[in-house]
Nanobody, 120 residues
Framework: QVQLVESGGGLVQAGGSLRLSCAASGRILSVNDMGWYRQAPGKQRELVAAITSGGSPNYADSVKGRFTISRDNAKRTVFLQMNSLKPEDTAVYYC??????????????WGQGTQVTVSQ
């Protein structure tokens, strides 16, 4: 089995920072693209940032200049550094990774989600 385990969410004041981490483990042959999505109450899940296995990032317009995605391929871990947080960044943040498992199947896997709350 493959698992994505997230950490780093919490409560922060507007203008503050948080760093999310997500580690992939289990029966993994290779990890391709990794990314972060978020879902606020009453809204659809949206892409926040993604990064290829080669390290090329892309960001939602709403977070450009404030969030930075990075990864450690040796540790199969992706990070999201979130600075200058705003109340509208409040959401459950989900890690996503496209993984080839040891059954030679490639599919998207999701973490359990971590709550980020930004107060005024």
């Amino acid at each position: 089995q493959v698992q994505l385990v997230e950490s780093g969410g919490g409560l922060v004041q507007a203008g503050g920072s948080l760093r999310l981490s997500c580690a992939a483990s289990g029966r993994i042959l290779s990890v391709n693209d990794m990314g972060w999505y978020r879902q606020a109450p009453g809204k659809q899940r949206e892409l926040v940032a993604a990064i290829t296995s080669g390290g090329s990032p892309n960001y939602a317009d709403s977070v450009k200049g404030r969030f930075t995605i990075s990864r450690d391929n040796a540790k199969r871990t992706v990070f999201l550094q979130m600075n200058s947080l705003k109340p509208e960044d409040t959401a459950v943040y989900y890690c996503n990774a496209r993984i080839r498992n040891m059954d030679f199947a490639t599919r998207n896997y999701w973490g359990q989600g971590t709550q980020v709350t930004v107060s005024q």
